[in-house]
């Protein structure tokens, strides 16, 4: 039997229509050598409100140029008076948090954003497939329904590199322990420093999916990591049989590959003024893929038109733009637009 959730699905953030939220920094928890969680909480005294599994756009300054990424919310809605992200050392933006984000500093932020839930596809028995930072919204799933003493069945099973890179190993173990719906499985490449590792070794194939959760073809699959982890996973479960309807999966990559065939259609021309580039994109295309395809890095998280990352101001001409909640009415008015969901119309200049 499924069982209802609370009704927390839905709700407004602290952020309100007009204004991007300040949080401030009240701790930092090492997990591994290169993973940090940070405590959040508004400046104001607030509850967060947000699914499990939803991320936050965080923006900060460096070097003296505004700069966001997505961080998925690690804490569940269930301990709403303060939020957590956990974040690895990669990438500017990341590299910042660890070096800067202290006790009593502030950031910017945006969200709750994202359908990555179980919230949205209720079920009685739950797969969780993660691999390295991707357990972040996992996590705050896990932590959701074991706070809640959830019915739902759960197998939790997370890749490493090694024991040590394990991300909330100790919480997890101890979950297992005292929820008798919950079963957690890490798996490792290698031995760690610490000796060796006596658990699943390797990858996680077929077989070894097999041996920790027989049953997963009936169960509702949630998968987050890197991508060459997710592809395997999706081809495992096909290969499997499995009902892919019930596959969802979760990832803040955007792998710039080029494009695999010439512009169909009418052609435009994109100026983009601060790069000094021009180039041409057919109507077909988004203005974030023909940026790529030329060769022009630009910012971008999601690339799914929900976190924001890639807000550029249009300058001249218009857009098909069909985002996911990433831009607010308010910046559409202000000529604003989401480059990763936006299709030219004509030819385009762009403030990037």
Known sequence: MTETLPAWAGTRSWTDEDTDGLLVCRQVHAL?????????????PRLFHHDPGQFLTLGV??????????YTIS?????????????????????????????????????????????????????????????????????????????ADVVFVHSARTPEDILFRRELDLVAATAPTISVAHVCEKDGASGLWDGPR???????????APDFREREVFTCGPGGYMAAVRDMLTMAGADMDRYHEESFTFDAAPATHAPQGDAFTIEF???????????????LAAASRAGLTLPASCAQGMC???????????????????????????DKILLCCSRPRENLVLDA
Request: charged share 20%; glycine share 8%; with cysteine.
């Open 32 to 44: 591994t050598p290169d993973v940090s969680t940070f405590v959040l909480q508004p400046l104001q």
């Open 75 to 151: 804490s569940p809605p269930t301990r709403p008076h303060a939020l957590t992200i956990t974040v690895k050392r990669v990438g500017p933006v990341s590299n910042w948090l660890h070096d800067h984000l202290r006790p009593g500093r502030t950031v910017r932020a945006r969200g709750p954003l994202g359908n990555f839930s179980f919230v949205r596809h209720p079920a009685p028995k739950y797969l969780f497939l993660s691999g390295g930072s991707g357990a972040t919204p996992l996590m705050s799933m896990t932590r959701t329904l074991y706070d809640l003493a959830h019915p």
């Open 202 to 212: 390797g990858r996680l194939t077929l077989d070894l999916l097999r041996r920790i």
């Open 61 to 70: 300054d460096i070097d003296g140029r505004p700069v966001e990424r997505c």
């Open 273 to 287: 003024t601060r790069s000094r580039r021009t180039l041409t994109c057919d109507a077909d295309t988004t203005l």
């Open 308 to 334: 924001g990352t890639c807000k550029t101001t249009l300058l001249s001409g218009s857009v098909d733009m069909r985002h996911n909640g990433g831009i607010r009415p308010r910046e559409i008015a202000q």
